[in-house]
């Protein structure tokens, strides 16, 4: 399984120590999540921020864009030598065109869905998509309870990827704790977000490398 811990359960207070840690963790990628007030009601931080991260942090960045207009920010979130770009479905108007830009910035192209938008949605465009990102919760919040239909949701996507023989990674974000995550893995999930289960844990370690063995 290929684990993302997400940035915004971190200590902020404090953020060199658990990118220390992550760093020095079994995980695969970091999982960072701007939010701009706008597409979903809060907003985390942005690329001032984050341009230090990624100076002190060497895993893979997954960076998920929760704002409209995403396609304003390549530039940006290429800068930060990322390797996955995540928009979101609802937010583009011309989604083929915005993954054929993030394409061109050099990055891997992520297409995110809100719970309510049917993987059916992608039917068009998953041969040319490298991740989908299929949010189990709300966006906008950590600590959420997971929604058990994204396991349908998730064994879908999983029948779309395999019948059009696609190279899309399938990714579950929201909710995701050893019980979700076990359900996930047998659902057919590829990658696993995890903020609270991670970060508040008591050996966030421990839990990075319970996600990995799934
Ligand atoms: C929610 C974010 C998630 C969030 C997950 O809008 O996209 O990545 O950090 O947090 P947990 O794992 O606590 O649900
Ligand atoms: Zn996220």
């Given at each position: 399984?290929?684990?993302?811990?997400?940035?915004?359960?971190a200590?902020?207070?404090?953020?060199r120590q658990?990118?220390?840690m992550?760093?020095?963790?079994q995980?695969?990628?970091?999982?960072?999540?701007?939010?701009?007030?706008?597409?979903v009601?809060?907003?985390?931080?942005?690329?001032p921020v984050l341009k230090y991260?990624a100076?002190v942090?060497h895993?893979p960045?997954?960076?998920h864009?929760m704002?409209v207009?995403p396609?304003k920010f390549?530039r940006?979130?290429?800068?930060l030598?990322?390797?996955?770009m995540?928009?979101?479905?609802?937010?583009?108007?011309?989604l083929h065109?915005?993954v054929?830009t993030?394409?061109?910035?050099?990055m891997?192209?992520g297409?995110?869905?809100?719970?309510?938008?049917?993987?059916?949605?992608?039917?068009?465009?998953?041969?040319d998509?490298?991740?989908v990102l299929?949010?189990?919760v709300?966006?906008g919040?950590g600590?959420?309870?997971?929604?058990p239909n994204?396991?349908?949701?998730?064994?879908?996507?999983r029948?779309m990827?395999?019948?059009?023989g696609?190279?899309?990674?399938?990714?579950?974000?929201?909710?995701?704790?050893r019980t979700?995550?076990?359900?996930?893995?047998?659902?057919?999930?590829?990658a696993?977000v995890?903020?609270?289960a991670?970060f508040?844990?008591?050996?966030?370690?421990?839990?990075?490398?319970?996600?990995?063995?799934?």
């Amino acid at each position: 399984m290929i684990v993302s811990p997400s940035l915004l359960s971190a200590n902020f207070a404090d953020l060199r120590q658990d990118l220390e840690m992550i760093d020095r963790s079994q995980c695969d990628w970091l999982h960072i999540d701007v939010m701009d007030g706008v597409f979903v009601p809060n907003i985390s931080f942005g690329f001032p921020v984050l341009k230090y991260v990624a100076e002190v942090c060497h895993k893979p960045l997954d960076v998920h864009l929760m704002i409209v207009q995403p396609e304003k920010f390549v530039r940006e979130v290429a800068a930060l030598g990322s390797k996955v770009m995540n928009v979101h479905y609802e937010a583009c108007t011309h989604l083929h065109r915005v993954v054929q830009t993030i394409h061109d910035a050099g990055m891997e192209a992520g297409v995110t869905l809100n719970p309510a938008t049917p993987v059916s949605v992608l039917e068009d465009i998953i041969d040319d998509v490298d991740l989908v990102l299929l949010m189990s919760v709300n966006p906008g919040f950590g600590g959420q309870k997971f929604i058990p239909n994204i396991l349908k949701k998730t064994r879908q996507l999983r029948r779309m990827v395999d019948e059009h023989g696609a190279h899309a990674v399938i990714e579950i974000d929201g909710g995701v704790n050893r019980t979700t995550g076990a359900q996930l893995a047998e659902a057919g999930a590829d990658a696993l977000v995890a903020g609270s289960a991670v970060f508040g844990a008591p050996d966030p370690e421990a839990e990075i490398a319970f996600l990995k063995n799934l």
